[in-house]
Each structure stands twice: as structure tokens, then as C-alpha cells.
């Protein structure tokens, strides 16, 4: 008899359980032979290769999604940034400048910062000629819209704003920040020409950045590939974006003040 019937007839002449002492005992006499269980039915072996193969293919989808989330995230370029470091390829000289050391020698205050927002670019600069009565000025990119948009997948800053909409905004800033009683029609005129040129070749070259934690690497390359010019940034939060924009409004509040004082002068 198997285990189980040896169990029903020992229950029926005892009327209890058999202790495990009892049970061991009538099996070594060898009452009962052990149950034997079913064999377990083996896998074919291309069930074992399909199920490998998806296991690995699982894992490979895994790996390349938590890859792809990574570097979506390590290429958010969203927050304030401030210039630290600045240098281009001149032309005339055949060789690489440090702006940022050429600003230094000449006396010139310069700060530049990056806000981003939702991936689009806003760009702040003004610099003070410490040499002649802390002559301020602010750059037009300060005040037109938003020209770029951060492309992460790429790493670009991809241009956001057409022709017809940066000269809007070009000849509003040169309305308000450099048309005086001196200034001619013709010179406002060539201006407005010299902007449009310039809006072409931003056009035609390439803006790619690199993040690398609190670090922002801007490079920007001509129509021809080249590598013309290099910007570090630094992220910066709290007080020190606070300081920042102080800082700006101020210069454009100088800014202003000398261009309503020119206005007011006689000739």
C-alpha cells in the first residue's frame, strides 16, 4: 500500500493521527512505499530558447528605457545660468581670445546670463566701460523675445524666432535705445540692415550645448562647421539669480537715464 492508504487504515483502528515517530516506524518496516510524485513535464527545448529570448529582450528594453530617461534628464538645460568664461576665434589674429580676459585688460564690467524656461532661451547681457563714466550698455538680445529653444535630443539651441519677428523686435529696441536727436534716419537705417545680416548668419550656423551637472557649455560654429566661439556657464539659484537680475535692471536703468539725458540736451 502507498502512504495515504496506510494512513487511512491506521486513523480507522486507532481513531487519531499517527505520530511522526509511528509513521517513520511503519515505514521502515516497510508497510508503505512512499508516494512517488509525478514526473514534472520537461520543457520542450525551443519553449526553454523562446522564453530566454524574451527574457533578454525584456532586460535589453529595460536597460535602453532607463538609459534613454537619463539622457532626456542629464540634457534638461532649464534654469539660470551665468557666463563665467568666454572666448572666440579670431579672424584677424588667426588664433583663439579670451573675451572674458580681453574685458578685464580694457576695463570692461560684462555679464551675460542665460534664463531657460520650458526649454526656451532667454538671453541678458549689458557691460560698463569703467573708463569712461561707467558708460552702460545692454545687448538687443535682452530685449527681444526668446531666440532659441533647447533641443535635448540633440543638444542644439534650435532657433525659435523668425526673420519678420526678431527685425520687430530689433526695431523696437533701436527705437528706444539708440534713436537720439543726433542720430540720422540713414544711420538708424544701416542699423536695422546690420541686424538683419546678423539674424542671417545665426541662421546658418549651429548652436549645440553640453551639460555636465552645474556646468553649461554653449559652443556656436559658422555657416562653414567651424568652431567660431565658446561659453561656460554656471547654474546658479536663489540670491545669486536675485543678484543677477538686480544687477541687469540696473544697468538698463543707467542705460536709459544717459540716453533720456542726451535727449534732453540742446543742441
Request: glycine share 4%; no cysteine.
Given at each position: 500500500?502507498?502512504?495515504?492508504?496506510w494512513?487511512?487504515?491506521?486513523?480507522?483502528?486507532?481513531?487519531?493521527e499517527?505520530?511522526?515517530?509511528?509513521?517513520?516506524?511503519?515505514?521502515?518496516?516497510?508497510?508503505?512505499?512512499?508516494?512517488?510524485?509525478?514526473?514534472?513535464?520537461?520543457?520542450?527545448?525551443?519553449?526553454?530558447?523562446?522564453?530566454?529570448?524574451?527574457?533578454?529582450?525584456?532586460?535589453?528594453?529595460?536597460?535602453?528605457?532607463?538609459?534613454?530617461?537619463?539622457?532626456?534628464v542629464?540634457?534638461n538645460?532649464?534654469?539660470?545660468?551665468?557666463?563665467?568664461?568666454?572666448?572666440?576665434?579670431?579672424?584677424?589674429?588667426?588664433?583663439?581670445?579670451?573675451?572674458?580676459?580681453?574685458?578685464?585688460?580694457?576695463?570692461?564690467?560684462?555679464?551675460?546670463?542665460?534664463?531657460?524656461?520650458?526649454?526656451?532661451?532667454?538671453?541678458?547681457?549689458?557691460?560698463?566701460?569703467?573708463?569712461?563714466?561707467?558708460?552702460?550698455?545692454?545687448?538687443?538680445?535682452?530685449?527681444?523675445?526668446?531666440?532659441?529653444?533647447?533641443?535635448?535630443?540633440?543638444?542644439?539651441?534650435?532657433?525659435?524666432?523668425?526673420q519678420?519677428?526678431?527685425?520687430?523686435?530689433?526695431?523696437?529696441?533701436?527705437?528706444?535705445?539708440?534713436?537720439t536727436?543726433?542720430?540720422?534716419?540713414?544711420?538708424?537705417?544701416?542699423?536695422?540692415?546690420?541686424?538683419?545680416?546678423?539674424?542671417?548668419e545665426?541662421?546658418?550656423?549651429?548652436?549645440?550645448?553640453?551639460?555636465?551637472?552645474k556646468?553649461?557649455?554653449?559652443?556656436?560654429?559658422?555657416?562653414k562647421?567651424?568652431?567660431?566661439?565658446?561659453?561656460?556657464?554656471?547654474?546658479?539659484?536663489?540670491?545669486?539669480?536675485?543678484?543677477?537680475?538686480?544687477?541687469?535692471?540696473?544697468a538698463?536703468k543707467?542705460?536709459?537715464?544717459?540716453?533720456?539725458?542726451?535727449?534732453?540736451?540742446?543742441?
Amino acid at each position: 500500500m502507498n502512504q495515504n492508504e496506510w494512513l487511512n487504515q491506521f486513523r480507522s483502528v486507532n481513531g487519531r493521527e499517527p505520530s511522526q515517530e509511528e509513521l517513520q516506524a511503519a515505514f521502515q518496516r516497510g508497510e508503505f512505499s512512499q508516494t512517488v510524485p509525478a514526473a514534472k513535464r520537461k520543457m520542450k527545448t525551443s519553449t526553454i530558447v523562446i522564453i530566454s529570448v524574451i527574457s533578454i529582450l525584456a532586460a535589453l528594453l529595460l536597460i535602453a528605457g532607463g538609459g534613454t530617461v537619463y539622457y532626456y534628464v542629464s540634457g534638461n538645460a532649464d534654469g539660470v545660468w551665468e557666463n563665467t568664461y568666454s572666448y572666440y576665434y579670431s579672424s584677424k589674429k588667426h588664433r583663439w581670445v579670451s573675451a572674458t580676459r580681453e574685458n578685464k585688460q580694457n576695463n570692461f564690467e560684462d555679464e551675460t546670463f542665460l534664463d531657460i524656461k520650458k526649454n526656451s532661451v532667454k538671453t541678458y547681457s549689458y557691460y560698463v566701460a569703467k573708463n569712461s563714466e561707467d558708460f552702460t550698455s545692454t545687448s538687443s538680445y535682452s530685449h527681444i523675445r526668446s531666440m532659441y529653444k533647447t533641443n535635448i535630443w540633440q543638444r542644439k539651441f534650435d532657433l525659435s524666432i523668425t526673420q519678420a519677428e526678431y527685425m520687430k523686435d530689433i526695431r523696437k529696441y533701436i527705437n528706444n535705445f539708440f534713436k537720439t536727436q543726433y542720430t540720422s534716419d540713414q544711420d538708424l537705417k544701416e542699423l536695422q540692415d546690420n541686424y538683419k545680416k546678423t539674424y542671417k548668419e545665426i541662421k546658418k550656423g549651429k548652436v549645440t550645448y553640453q551639460r555636465k551637472g552645474k556646468q553649461l557649455i554653449v559652443k556656436t560654429y559658422n555657416k562653414k562647421g567651424r568652431l567660431i566661439e565658446q561659453d561656460v556657464y554656471i547654474k546658479r539659484t536663489g540670491k545669486a539669480v536675485t543678484k543677477l537680475y538686480h544687477n541687469y535692471r540696473k544697468a538698463e536703468k543707467a542705460e536709459r537715464a544717459r540716453l533720456d539725458k542726451l535727449n534732453a540736451m540742446s543742441y
